[in-house]
């Protein structure tokens, strides 16, 4: 058949875009995207060493004027174009790179996050073991330094440990009113032969051995990857199993996952919370927990973390040792534990699972969007790309894989965040012009912007980011796990993970430029700083009277600054 005779394929032969049955649908995946790990494992920790309930003061108010403005802003985006991070960016094309950024960080994110939900499963798996073997030390992987209690690690005199069916108390001895730290040898068969001392430093949880020792296996470094804990691949196998499942038909399929992900986990929360205060002393520790010390809000690093942890809230997560130490040790001391740690990490299974919803279905939108044909085979495409991020991060379930996991969250999570936002705010506060958003938004909802988010959008929330940016940056330090320092090569590959999605900004912003008409380089410029004729509202009725690609009168600044916080009254062209 003769290139003649091919029609090329019109908008309305691609197949349409999956739509949300319902808005309380999109409101609960937004809920559950939102709500993710970084709020039960890493805030409650940061609010404890700033201040307890003094630090959410900075938090709340940080969430106020750039969070929830940030989050307002990206949703309007989404909802008025309808398009994915790829597109979006039609706004100022010169900017197209930021959207090529975006999907390669939620790769990225997708993968060493998904990890999380296999440690997870892993622990599910492990709770309907009597006893629960995460409190025990006669286990197998137990070392000699395992202790059972932890309230043994903070006597440091008189204490007893239990490994392997044998006991021995320790004590400091006082000969002639002098303390001595004796060092005791004891046999435990007549093939080994064990010396204990009474430094309590070197001793070790249950629930920290059996993180380190039986779930994650942990080699000795980074240099060292080790062997595949198979155990751990097949729960990573498992995760990628449930994130295919739910994502295969697109926002249909999740539309109906979302009412059980993003609702359960409140549910599972409040039974726990209820059944802990019902313990002995629990109200005496929330006191000593919210006991706020006003003091710490003087101290710039509090509010720094505040700002930081509202990333956290609002987007991905990180740090794991709360979730996979204390939590299982706090269950463990409740009464019919096994029931208690299977609900708590099956709520942290689906709290994970809603989080990683977003991730893995930006990546897909952003494809689909790109090679339309794929919209039609998008069950096939999905278990393609769940596939493909299962043998990447199959590296994480090695013996050196938390090393490998530590590198990438450390850097991912270092300030290319703050970079997106302050972006997105110069670019629709400013360039496109916040007022000519509102008029946008207005199309879309029947009112235009407020200014309190005008306001925060031009000023406040870029300035804030900012702060936030330079502060990550001046404050820097190598990553560690524990007393493990990595080494240099290690670093730099983290400071190349987070670079390299950066790159792609200015690559674009090259290829942009080179191919916007205009006889010199200012007028191509110019033109791809103006938005293309692909910025428009996705409800196909208005768009035949979408005021568009109008040329914007020149502004002072002052005039421009007032613009942005007033607006115009003039009515849309017609």
């Not at 960080?105 to 622990?123: E, G, M, P």
């Not at 204990?196 to 629930?207: E, F, I, P, R, Y």
């Not at 009412?259 to 000593?288: E, H, M, N, S, W």
């Not at 043998?391 to 013996?399: A, D, R």
Request: aromatic fraction near 14%.
């Amino acid at each position: 058949m003769s290139s003649s005779n091919i029609s090329p394929v019109t908008e309305d032969e691609i197949p349409a875009r999956g739509q949300w049955g319902r808005k309380i649908e999109y409101f609960l995946s937004m809920v559950g995207f939102t709500v993710g790990l970084g709020n039960l494992w890493r805030f409650p920790y940061i609010c404890l060493r700033n201040g307890g309930g003094a630090f959410l003061i900075p938090y709340f108010i940080c969430l106020l004027l750039f969070g929830i403005p940030l989050f307002f802003l990206e949703t309007a985006a989404g909802q008025f174009s309808g398009q994915g991070l790829m597109h979006v960016w039609e706004v100022c094309p010169i900017f197209k790179g930021v959207g090529i950024c975006m999907v390669i960080v939620n790769v990225l994110c997708a993968i060493y996050y998904n990890i999380i939900l296999a440690w997870t499963i892993y622990y599910i798996g492990n709770a309907f073991i009597v006893p629960l073997p995460w409190t025990t030390c006669d286990n197998t992987w137990n070392s000699q330094q395992c202790v059972a209690d932890r309230g043994v690690l903070n006597q440091g005199k008189n204490f007893t440990t239990q490994n392997h069916n044998l006991t021995i108390k320790m004590f400091n001895i006082d000969v002639d009113n002098t303390t001595t730290s004796n060092e005791y040898t004891w046999t435990n068969d007549t093939s080994k032969e064990y010396t204990w001392t009474n430094d309590t430093s070197k001793l070790m949880t249950a629930q920290e051995e059996f993180w380190q020792y039986n779930v994650l296996r942990m080699s000795s470094g980074i240099h060292d990857i080790g062997d595949l804990n198979w155990r751990l691949a097949l729960c990573l196998f498992g995760a990628w199993l449930l994130i295919c499942v739910c994502l295969s038909k697109g926002v249909k399929s999740v539309g109906k996952v979302v009412y059980v992900t993003a609702t359960l986990p409140y549910i599972l929360l409040t039974i726990v919370l209820v059944k802990g205060l019902t313990l002995d002393g629990a109200i005496d520790g929330v006191i000593v927990y919210l006991k706020p010390d006003f003091s710490k809000l003087l101290k710039l690093q509090v509010w720094m973390e505040a700002s930081i942890q509202v990333f956290y809230s609002l987007g991905a997560t990180w740090g794991p040792g709360l979730g996979f130490i204390i939590y299982p040790e706090a269950l463990g001391q409740l009464p019919g534990q096994n029931i208690w740690s299977a609900l708590f990490f099956v709520m942290l299974l689906i709290v994970g699972l809603d989080s990683q919803f977003g991730f893995v279905e930006v990546v897909i939108v952003a494809c689909t969007d790109n090679f339309h044909w794929l919209r039609s085979r998008r069950v096939k495409f999905v278990i393609v790309v769940c596939f493909a991020n299962f043998l990447c991060g199959m590296i994480m379930t090695t013996e050196g894989g938390i090393y490998i996991f530590q590198v990438i969250d450390w850097y991912i999570a270092a300030f290319i965040p703050a970079v997106f936002g302050i972006i997105e705010c110069i670019v629709f506060g400013w360039i496109y012009g916040i007022d000519r958003f509102s008029r946008d938004v207005k199309l879309m909802l029947g009112r235009g912007i407020p200014i309190f988010f005008r306001i925060c959008i031009c000023f406040i929330t870029p300035s804030i980011l900012l702060a936030v940016l330079v502060y990550s940056i001046t404050a820097y330090q190598p990553p560690t796990y524990g007393s493990y320092q990595y080494p240099d090569a290690a670093v730099g590959f983290g400071i190349c993970v987070s670079v390299f999605p950066l790159i792609s900004i200015i690559v674009c912003a090259f290829i942009v430029v080179l191919n916007m008409p205009g006889d010199t380089y200012k007028q191509k410029i110019t033109a791809a700083f103006r938005p293309s004729s692909k910025w428009k509202p996705a409800i196909k009725e208005i768009q035949s009277d979408y005021y568009e690609n109008g040329t914007v009168k020149q502004m002072r600044f002052f005039e421009k600054v007032k613009l942005n916080l007033i607006g115009e009254k003039n009515k849309l062209k017609e």
